[in-house]
């Protein structure tokens, strides 16, 4: 692999599959502003359900990060023993068909948190398999100097879509609304005026984007790493189970990575609440604010969403532009999320939503910079055939923590002033990253020569351990 040169055309191949996947996750986050506005005006609707609103919030939160979690060792496993594309290709297919029988359910009337809750898990675990097979697969189609635009424009899939998709769900979520009132001439007559709100608009349009992007792969050529560990007849000699081994004793064995890993775990500890923090602040810290300035709940939020949408796209494109640090990289990712805990502080502290906006702007604008640095850490030191099984145990360490803290934020949210826990969270997050600026270890992160010592003498260890075990009687 060290000697892998990807296809002539392979950044095209790149912004087409670029593309496609970021008009899918533009309908994922469709689904994903009906399924908070469906929490916040029908399930838990009362002032006083701010427990149990919390509590739901949260569930849907752990729905999502725990099964990918746990499916990630497995998922990145399976992206190295498989064909990329065709694992894109499946999982996209299958989440489109869960988004269809997810319209249904509304559409019917039948949606409660349980189903949900169960739909959510399916996804999400497929979502593992897709995001193990595309994050290693765009490293096989652009060149060396070409990763630094392709990590940054990774890092705004999520933005460019937040950008629109929550202003465009509050408008779909009203069309039946507007229907009923002959507001909307073209839906005075049909079925749409019979629903309850446009919460299956926005998830029937999460299904095309799916099946699109599905599609489109079909007419793409995505290499595949080819293992350097096959068999004579083309099987894997080590199991599946040895692949989710090898990841973690990859990582073990070079320390500053783990360090890495372990600031990055702390700072979804921190930041993971934001998802179940964030609805309530808009609920009930800031309701009197967004009211006076005449603005409902929906708009509030899609408000909010677009903007921190924005600030994501604005620091993908700067970093996309520059290119990032060439060297010590792990500076600009300590001092990215600092500052990342500095706009939290400021966001659980502002009286106002326009304030409470321009923060999370901030926030979400530092935020890519921390993680293209990171990936591109990554990126040097793990050859592309191990970076499905190495990349996978990653996310697992760094994302370990975030179910703990979504699941306690569910239970502090309900009780506590939300402000006040997001400041405290943020400051939080400042000592802890500001401390890893003098981690010696951390800082070695980017040595190769330093990091492949490591794992030499580890092994050099190793072997000794087990000769000495087999020379006692």
Known sequence: MQDYTPPTNGFRTFLIVWATQSISVFGSALTGFAINIWMLTTLYPLPEQKPQLAGALSLVSLAFAIPAIFAAPIAGAWADRHDRKRIMMATDTFSGLISILLLILVAAQQLNLALLLVLIVAFAAANSFHTAAFDTSYVMLVTKDQLPRANGMMQTIFALSGILSPAFAAFLLSIPALARQNDVALFTTGALAGLKDGAPLAMGIDALTFFLAAGALVFLLIPSPKRTDLGSEGAPRKSLWADVRFGVVY??????????????????????????????????????DWQARGLTLESAIAMLSSVM?????????????????????????????????????????????????????????????????????????????????????????AQFAAPISTALAGLIGGLFDPGLVLTILGALNVLICGAQLFNPQLLHVEDKEYLDQLAKQAELAKQAELAQQAQIP
């Open 251 to 288: 990582i073990w064995q070079r320390r500053p990575l783990l360090w890495l890993l372990a600031t990055f775990a702390a700072v979804n500890f921190f930041l993971s609440p934001i998802g179940v923090l964030m609805p309530l602040l808009l609920k009930f810290n800031l309701a009197a």
């Open 309 to 397: 949408a924005l600030g994501g796209i604005t620091g993908g494109v700067v970093v996309s532009v520059w290119g990032g640090l060439k060297k010590r990289r792990v500076y600009g990712v300590l001092v990215s999320i600092i500052l990342v805990g500095v706009t939290l502080i400021f966001v659980g502290s502002a009286p106002w939503i326009y304030a409470v906006a321009a923060a999370f702007f901030l926030m979400q604008a530092v935020t890519p910079a921390a993680n293209i640095h990171s990936q591109a850490i990554w990126q040097g030191q793990v050859p592309p055939d191990m970076q499905g099984r190495v990349f996978a145990v990653r996310r697992v360490i």
